[in-house]
């Protein structure tokens, strides 16, 4: 197609379609949308035109949008290295680009109001779709002005708006690159691209530094039937985290701190005391065909796990402060009260081990320098309690994240580890078997990191680990029959894994005393 050369009438026909195009666009994007109506552009659905059509076109944007944003940067990557060159003629290659950007982004933006109007609602990152949405417009508006409008005038020789025609792309490119980033947020998590850059502090204001984690009203101060560690906090990382975490925190939520889901009263989710009035409760409780179904585009919670979230909900939702409380400050003070938790058993020449009642030799000034050089990377080293030695290490929340090489982090604490947090690393199973034979090892969290089977050898040698989170990885049966020789195993996370029912029957029958979570099957 060569615009170069088209006749007055050709031009006509083009403006003609252009304001077809920004005519349907108002017809369709104006009009309220009403919960009985639904979206105004409904009622031009002809009666015979199959009732799954709009939503089957709205989902076709996640495969359109990716063409506008790579021809409209090439087209005005062309027009840039032609203005370096001082030609006064469009690019050949630009102007193509920009005419197939400028088509693609015109049907993109429209499939993609018409997925947020169906499916909006599966987001509460409502603001960031509201922008996605109108940006994207904007985008495709502009494209489309410039490929219709403006290109039509151009003549060789530098005859035309040759400035306002370059202009013009290059604002598409920009604002097609705007609306790529809103749309990954949606699908990664607020600040997901440049995050990788400037990361996200955890920590709240420096006026709030001081404050304790919240404490809701009518949340209960003690534990219920329902125990937050063995019931809640296993649903939560398996079937929340990871749209609501340290990585992604859809709405602003996260579910994997307290003070993460209650840190704005106006935005609970949870309301302890009141089950009904819970909206966490509410999503997972809904028919997956509902757009407010929760987890999004995962199976539903089984009966069991909706039981005794209504429990724990109804019972006050005891959530313990002490998990959550180094998130309250900011990281200066986070530091110092680190330090101070930690730097007594450090000190000590000896440490009792709780299993046998003996003194055992404590690594002393090494372990001290190893936690220093741990919280110096922002990962989080703490004890277990005021008279238990054993420490807590938390290697996840390190950006960007570590791997084989960094577990030499923690060699001089190898003696005290009891829980570890390894899970979102880029650790291999070369580097998760140097973990054999760390002697106080209970807890050890995997999940979402590309350990395979071979990586499991280390288990046998851990003759405490008792709780082992496998969600997300590469295991497979042949790596959970590695495991059945682990004596001390009680509690194993397979959900999301290669890993299948004949395996988990298996490796029951081997060891029915271990409960293993699957997830929802």
Known sequence: MNLQHHPLSSRL????????????????????????????????????????????????????????????VVAAACEFWNAL??????????LTCLVLGALAAGVSAATGWINADLEGARTSMAETLSLHRWVGVAAAGASLLTALVIAPLLR??????????????????????????????LVHGENYFWS?????????AASEATKPAPWPAGMATKPGTIDFEKTIRPIFETRCVECHGPFKKKGGLR?????????????????????DESDLLHRVTLPPSDPDFMPDGEKPLNPDEIAALRTWIAEGAYWPESLTKVEDLDAKQRDTELRAATRHSFEEAVVIDRSTGKPVPHPGGQAMAAADAIRAKRGVVVDLGADDARLSVDLSVIAPPIGDADLTLFDNLRPTISWLNLSRTAITDT???????????ERLRLEWTSVGDSGLDFA??????????????????????????????RKLYVWKTGVTPDGIAKFRAARPEVEVVEGVQ
């Open 13 to 72: 026909r083009l403006i003609s379609l252009t304001m077809a195009l920004a005519a349907l666009a108002t017809s369709a994007f104006a009009g309220a949308d009403t919960a009985q109506s639904g979206p105004a552009w409904m009622n031009a659905i002809p009666n015979w035109a199959p009732s799954w059509l709009p939503r089957l076109s709205g989902r076709g944007h996640v495969v359109l949008v990716h063409f506008p944003i790579a021809l409209l």
């Open 460 to 489: 046998p040698t851990c003759a405490k680990l008792s709780s082992l989170n496998l969600v997300g990885t590469k295991v497979t049966d042949a790596g959970l029959a590695k495991l059945a020789p682990c004596k001390s195993l």
């Open 255 to 275: 579910l994997d701190l307290r003070a993460g889901a209650f840190r704005d009263p106006s935005t609970y989710v949870i309301v302890p005391g009141k089950p």
């Open 431 to 441: 580097g998760l078997n140097s973990l054999k034979g760390l002697p106080e090892l």
């Open 196 to 204: 990788v850059i400037f990361p996200q502090s955890e920590a709240p």
């Open 85 to 94: 060159r001082r030609r006064t003629d469009p690019s050949r290659s630009g």
């Open 156 to 185: 060789p020789g530098g005859r035309g708006p040759i400035g306002a025609y370059r202009a013009c792309v290059v604002i598409s490119a920009a604002l097609v690159g705007v609306a790529g980033h809103f749309g990954g947020s």
